[in-house]
């Protein structure tokens, strides 16, 4: 790549050097060998086109578009240099080496103007054709230019012997080179027509591309059909073709280029004005101490130095305001994204990067949608916004939406280098919008299950137990007044009342049993666990647990790790198709930290959290821990929660009395 650019330059700098030393050149013709001023555009072409062609080619060599401008150009300085190298021939004497020079001059004009008039507009912007119905414009085009050069070549002249000519033509010259001039200019039409063409036919982006190309086109048509009159402006303005070209491509960034005009920028600033201040220094310093010329040269350069620095960064901006409008460096769009994450409070942080990417980009709006329904507009993003799918992590969290691009400076380009650097941040961002949003759900899911079996708790204490114990109350009394006058009856009445006795102690554990699990407070948690696996797995399923020393555990974390593993078990049962299943429950540090893992088929591809797994979440969530569930690169599936172990470091849940 290196070398290319190298070759590009190289190839830039015959360009710049040919039509310079033509117009040195033709200065010092004499008067009567002065050529009147020109109504061609080869001297803007020839200039323009071989640079600005090269430039594109030193950072896409195989770009067609700028092989074409630079070869094209190329000729045209060729032909400029060829016609008034034929003059200063001529001045010195020798009019048959000038009929040469001047018959040698036919064939890059022609070829010059068939490429930059016809063949660039044809193939602009990304040297294709808009269709295939126009292929065959192409060798019309050049077949023109080589009969157009040949009857020039052919052609007597009036000021310079040629031994070129033709007799056999010069009857139908004039004829036959008017028609080949009239085919040349229906070709060039025709090229602006397939421009025109491929801008109404072409996407919004495209279309704001090749717009100022098509004016520049456009206006140059015009001058050359109004005649001779209107060729000088026609020709002066030639020179504006490359350049709207160039802002074509900077203005969408196509060939990654906007770096190198920054740099550009700043470091032709940097020379133009410390060279400035050096010899506007050195010369004041010279006039007011002329004897002391080593000091005034030193206070030159100690004062062109001194504002060196701030003059970089300021044309550093002046440089990022151009080449991207306000909003400046994509680099520096991370570190305000940052800045204003942190100074907007944990609802509102959504809606400022929204923002942050919707003025990075210049869109008409940008939105953010995190999976489970949330959703942060800032402007409108339009029916068919650009969707760029967000993952945390390698899980997909949600979609960036993009509206329509607004009228800014490198749209294509620059918005992908903002998506790049901006798209992590996003990411990171709209996972914690969701986690926080889960984390909100699952506690008001909490608080609404809590209440609901304090009301089922109510309704079965009020409406079985209450009333049971009632009616054994009714009992007792009926027992007690039947005793002395009926014994038997009283017997049965105690009958009765052990039985509704038994039935009750039964309600009873049925309810203590809902609130925990008794195995824990029987068997401990490794116990209850070890107990668990055996009763919810079939028996192909081999089960090993592992256990430290746990110490003494909240019953929260005790219920959460257990109701966990119980979920994750199930889980291995219905979908895992393992053979294998390992328990580890281990105390590290303030955690507990249960794993579970199976030796299955693992997680799918594309997976959609379950109300199991959502469970295991919500349940560690709601003490302030953590269950990740993931694959292993050895296969399988991976569950491990960690809980906190200390009961100070257990999160009440809200509205819980403490």
């Not at 190839?11 to 060998?33: D, F, K, R, S």
């Not at 001059?105 to 660039?120: D, H």
């Not at 055996?534 to 109701?563: F, H, M, N, Q, S």
């Amino acid at each position: 790549m290196r070398r290319a650019r190298l070759a590009a330059w190289a190839m830039a700098a015959g360009g710049v050097v040919i039509v310079p030393t033509a117009v040195v050149i033709q200065i010092g013709l004499p008067p009567e060998w002065m050529p009147t001023l020109p109504a061609t555009p080869d001297y803007a072409a020839g200039f323009a086109f071989p640079l600005v062609g090269a430039f594109l080619l030193a950072h896409q060599p195989k770009l067609k578009i700028a092989w074409l401008m630079y070869a094209g150009g190329m000729c045209s300085a060729t032909c400029v240099l060829l016609s008034v190298l034929t003059y200063r021939v001529a001045a010195d004497g020798d009019l048959t080496l000038a009929g040469l020079l001047i018959d040698l001059a036919a064939l890059p004009w022609t070829l010059g103007g068939c490429m930059l008039a016809v063949l660039v507009p044809l193939f602009a912007p990304d040297g294709r054709l808009s269709s295939p119905r126009w292929r065959p414009l192409v060798p019309i085009a050049l077949t023109g230019a080589l009969v157009q050069a040949f009857l020039l070549i052919t052609a007597r002249k009036q000021r310079f012997p040629n031994p070129l000519a033709i007799d056999l033509f010069q009857p139908y010259h004039h004829v036959l080179y008017n028609a080949v001039y009239v085919l040349m200019n229906v070709c060039i039409v025709a090229a602006l027509v397939s421009f025109a063409v491929r801008l109404r036919r072409a996407d919004p982006v495209t279309r704001r591309q090749i717009a100022w190309p098509l004016f520049t086109f456009a206006i140059y048509v015009v001058c050359l059909l109004l005649g001779p009159k209107f060729w000088v402006i026609g020709a002066l303005w030639t020179g504006l073709i490359p350049i709207a070209i160039m802002v074509s491509v900077l203005r969408y960034r196509l060939f990654g280029i906007d770096t190198v005009i920054s740099h550009t920028i700043v470091a032709a600033g940097l020379i133009t004005v410390v060279s400035a201040v050096y010899f506007g220094v050195g010369a004041v310093s010279s006039l007011l101490v002329s004897s002391y010329h080593q000091i005034a040269g030193l206070a030159a350069a100690l004062f062109a130095g001194a504002f060196f620095q701030p003059l970089r960064r300021a044309l550093q901006r002046l440089s990022d305001r151009v080449l991207y409008g306000r909003v400046g460096d994509p680099r520096l769009l991370a570190d305000r994204l940052i800045q204003e994450v942190r100074q907007a409070d944990p609802a509102g942080a959504l809606g400022a990067v929204v923002a942050v990417v919707r003025d990075g980009l210049a869109v008409a709006g940008a939105a953010i949608e995190v999976l489970d329904g949330l959703r942060v507009d800032s402007g409108t993003v339009g029916e068919h916004p650009r969707a760029i799918d967000l993952v945390w992590h390698g899980e997909p969290v949600g979609r960036l939406l993009l509206g329509p691009c607004g009228p800014r400076r490198f749209a294509v380009s620059h918005d992908e280098r903002v998506i790049a650097t901006l798209l992590p941040y996003v990411a990171d961002v709209a996972h914690a919008a969701r986690m926080a949003a889960d984390l909100q759900r699952s506690r008001e899911r909490i608080l609404a299950a809590r209440e609901e079996e304090r009301r089922r708790l109510r309704r079965d204490l009020h409406d079985g137990l209450g009333q049971t114990l009632g009616a054994m109350a009714m009992t007792i009394n009926m027992a007690r007044i039947s005793i002395n006058r009926s014994p038997g009856t009283a017997d049965d009445l105690l009958q009765d009342l052990r039985t509704g006795m038994d039935a009750v102690a039964g309600d009873i554990r049925d309810l203590v049993y809902g609130l925990r699990p008794p195995a824990l407070d029987d068997l401990g948690l490794t116990g209850a666990v070890t107990s668990l696996s055996t009763e919810t797995l079939p028996p192909v399923i081999k089960v090993e647990v592992v256990a430290d020393e746990l110490g003494e555990l909240p019953a929260a974390v005790e219920v959460a790790a257990y109701r966990i593993v119980q979920e994750a078990l199930t889980n291995v049962r219905r979908h895992a198709q393992a053979g294998r299943v390992l328990i580890l429950l281990a105390r590290e540090e303030d955690q507990l930290v249960v794993r579970i893992e199976d030796d299955g088929v693992g997680l799918p591809a594309h997976r959609r959290a379950g109300v199991g797994t959502a469970s295991m979440r919500e349940r560690a969530a709601e003490l302030g821990g953590t269950c990740a569930i993931t694959s292993p690169d050895t296969g399988g599936t991976r569950v491990e929660a960690r809980l906190p172990a200390v009961a100070d470091l257990v999160e009440p849940v809200p509205g819980q009395a403490s």
